[in-house]
């Protein structure tokens, strides 16, 4: 017989409600984020006649999309004080964030290798896999060929969380002296190959999140005040694009000012879907690749997809890669014996 749930103190769920309205923009941000991932996973370049706009847009995303997914993961990072993770059981928070991080990563990576097998004989697929034994290779190598390199962010996101703690105890735990050090990472030569370079380019945009968050009552002040010139350079950061030699960091840190103090406009205040689009974000960022496939497979064998087709394709694929992830995860929370498998998606 199970036991009654504990009652949670009046006191203590103000504190929480707190600390929620606290990450709110945070939350908005991740819901334009994940949107931003979707559009870049729609089609793959050189597959099904990709049209200049939509190549030209989604190369700009990709420019600083997920540097700013990483900038507000290491807001939140600090901000739940996981910094410190060292000055507490850092096993219990080991295995959490193996639990929450590397499990899906696992598992979703087995999902896409072999799906791809399967759903291969049946329709197109972007991206497919060549053999039994060589897709979970490229997954766990992160050769040109890797199917899943889509979510590769949360294996990088492990090593920082894990690692993280260390270093801050490292750097005298002082920020500015880990922010230098992922700064000088940043310029260190790397390979692709078990994603060793994105390790090294994104860690400093994971930091920056700290640092903002550690100075967050005068850094979000500049950000909002100034939010004109934060566009413009944001702009101009896009304008010159990847013809900048480190345009990953150049656009990436142009882009968290502006998208930052975005989120944060009055406009935002009352807003749901970001806020809705973020609490969610997870799934999207697990599913939303799989189910962009089903609907581009079966797209393709009833409908065209060149001329201004293409433009119809691109919306039935961004409300199939954000809207049934999320659909799914209210199946999985509607079957109680799904328990186990929707506590990685909530």
């Not at 940043?186 to 994104?202: C, G, K, M, N, T």
Request: glycine fraction near 6%.
């Amino acid at each position: 017989m199970t036991s009654a749930p504990m009652a949670v103190p009046e006191s203590k769920r103000a504190a929480v409600s707190v600390e929620r309205e606290k990450l709110l923009d945070i939350e908005r941000g991740k819901g334009l984020g994940i949107l931003l991932v979707v559009y870049g996973h729609l089609v793959m370049q050189g597959t099904l006649g990709e049209q200049a706009w939509y190549q030209a847009t989604k190369s700009a995303i990709y420019t600083f999309h997920m540097p700013f997914f990483m900038y507000l993961s290491g807001f939140v990072f600090f901000f739940t004080g996981a910094h410190n993770a060292l000055d507490r059981n850092f096993g219990q928070f080991f295995a959490k964030r193996f639990d929450r991080l590397l499990i899906p990563f696992i598992v979703m990576c087995l999902i896409n290798v072999f799906g791809k097998q399967i759903a291969e004989t049946f329709v197109h697929v972007d991206d497919g896999v060549s053999g039994f034994w060589q897709g979970p290779w490229a997954v766990i190598s992160n050769s040109p060929n890797n199917p899943t390199i889509s979510i590769w962010y949360l294996l990088v996101l492990f090593v920082y969380s894990v690692l993280t703690p260390l270093l801050w105890r490292l750097s005298s735990r002082q920020i500015g002296i880990l922010f230098l050090f992922s700064l000088a990472i940043f310029f260190i030569p790397a390979s692709e190959r078990f994603y060793v370079a994105r390790i090294l380019s994104y860690f400093v945009f994971f930091v920056a999140g700290m640092l903002i968050c550690k100075y967050s009552e005068y850094a979000l002040t500049i950000f909002t005040k100034y939010i004109l010139l934060w566009l413009v350079v944001f702009a101009a950061a896009l304008y010159i694009g990847r013809s900048f030699p480190y345009w990953l960091l150049f656009c990436g840190a142009a882009s968290i000012p502006f998208l930052h103090a975005l989120v944060r406009l009055p406009f935002f205040e009352n807003d749901k879907i970001l806020l809705w689009l973020g609490q969610n974000s997870m799934v999207i960022y697990l599913f939303n690749t799989i189910f962009i496939g089903i609907a581009k497979g079966v797209y393709v064998k009833i409908l065209p997809y060149h001329g201004p087709w293409f433009a119809f394709m691109i919306v039935i694929l961004m409300i199939a890669g954000t809207l049934l992830p999320i659909l799914a995860k209210m199946t999985l929370q509607a079957v109680p014996m799904a328990g186990p498998i929707y506590k990685y998606v909530r």
